[in-house]
Each structure stands twice: as structure tokens, then as C-alpha cells.
């Protein structure tokens, strides 16, 4: 896929858009979405040994997937050649596949790099813990495997919901592991570095 391929689809694209009269707003959306497709895909050659920034790639994808989208609109509007209007469809799906295979291998570690980051840091973000949810999760490192009842009677003037409670929050947080034994829940406190 070069510059040729590229502007060659936007012709087609603005030949299968003629049919819609002029004060059909859809036509010339259809085709300032494709002419900014155009602008950021020209300076391009897709081929095995390509490169794209991760970002660049990330925002022709959204800008094909809106393209995408009212290209479906029109294939349902009655004076529209729907087989013209599916294919191009298809060839900037066939963009979009590309898009894959051009970024680097460096690019994906350093994406899941990135990921990995972030979720550390929102993870180290969300951990609040009223003080009573400490003193649980201090009780369950010291004793694992207590059951709620259990954990409630070390904390006189808590009701069995509010311990309920408290050990469900830990566990949406994954401080706390719940495995089941017969028809009990026990629970023990997670390993620091464990998500």
C-alpha cells in the first residue's frame, strides 16, 4: 500500500459518493473524512519493514474506524451502490489490518511497558483503606484462612455485615483471596505484589 493505493480509494470513494445530492450532508462528510484519511496516510508505504509512531497508528485506526461507521450509514441509504460503498468498506478495513503489521515489535514492549506502569499506578491509587480494613488485613496475615464470622469476633461492636463488607472491598482491591471449603469462605490476606 503506497501514496497511489491511498489517493486512488479517496477517487472511489468521492465516485461512489457523486449519487447523493448536494445538500446531503452525509456526502461531504464522507469525504472531508476521507480526504483527512488521505492527509495522514499519503506520507506512508505499508510494508513489512514499515515503522509508525504507536500513537500516529492509534489515530489513523479511530479516523478509518469513524470512517467506517458512516461508510455503513451510507450503504443503507436507497440511491447508493451498495456493493461500492461495502468494498470500500472492506479496503479500509484491509488499512486497518496493515496498520497492525507495520509497527514494531519495540513498540509493543514499550506499549505494554506503558500499561503495565499505569496499572501499577493506579492500582497503588485506588488502595484506601479505612483503618478497620488495615486492622483485617493485618489479622489475615498473621491468621490466614479465618472465616468472617470468625474475623468479626476479633472486633467487638462490628457486625458480621460490616466485616462482610469490609473483606468484599479488599477483595474487589485484591488484598484478599477467598477459597471455599465445604460450605465456608475463608479468607487470607494476598502477597504485597501480588494484582
Not at 495522514?40 to 519493514?49: G, I, V
Not at 447508493?80 to 472492506?90: A, R, V, Y
Not at 479500509?92 to 513498540?107: D, F, H, N, T, W
Not at 488495615?134 to 469476633?153: F, H
Request: no cysteine.
Amino acid at each position: 500500500m503506497d501514496k497511489n493505493y491511498f489517493v486512488e480509494l479517496t477517487i472511489s470513494l468521492y465516485q461512489a459518493t457523486d449519487v447523493f445530492p448536494d445538500e446531503e450532508p452525509l456526502k461531504f462528510l464522507l469525504r472531508k473524512k476521507a480526504n483527512q484519511l488521505l492527509e495522514e496516510l499519503a506520507p506512508h508505504h505499508f510494508s513489512q519493514n514499515s515503522t509508525l509512531a504507536l500513537e500516529e497508528a492509534m489515530k489513523i485506526d479511530r479516523k478509518i474506524q469513524v470512517l467506517q461507521s458512516l461508510l455503513k450509514v451510507a450503504e443503507a441509504r436507497e440511491k447508493t451502490d451498495s456493493l461500492t460503498i461495502f468494498l470500500l468498506n472492506e479496503e479500509y478495513g484491509r488499512i486497518k489490518e496493515e496498520l497492525g503489521s507495520v509497527r514494531p515489535e519495540k513498540v509493543f514492549e514499550e506499549e505494554q511497558e506503558r500499561a503495565v506502569k499505569s496499572f501499577s499506578e493506579k492500582r497503588e491509587e485506588e488502595i484506601i483503606l479505612s483503618k478497620r480494613q488495615g486492622r483485617v488485613l493485618d489479622l489475615l496475615r498473621q491468621e490466614p484462612n479465618l472465616k468472617a464470622n470468625e474475623i468479626a469476633q476479633k472486633f467487638p461492636g462490628v457486625t458480621n455485615r460490616t466485616i462482610r463488607r469490609d473483606l468484599e472491598a479488599l477483595a474487589n482491591q485484591r488484598l484478599l483471596s477467598r477459597k471455599r471449603e465445604g460450605s465456608h469462605v475463608l479468607y487470607q490476606a494476598n502477597p504485597v505484589d501480588k494484582f
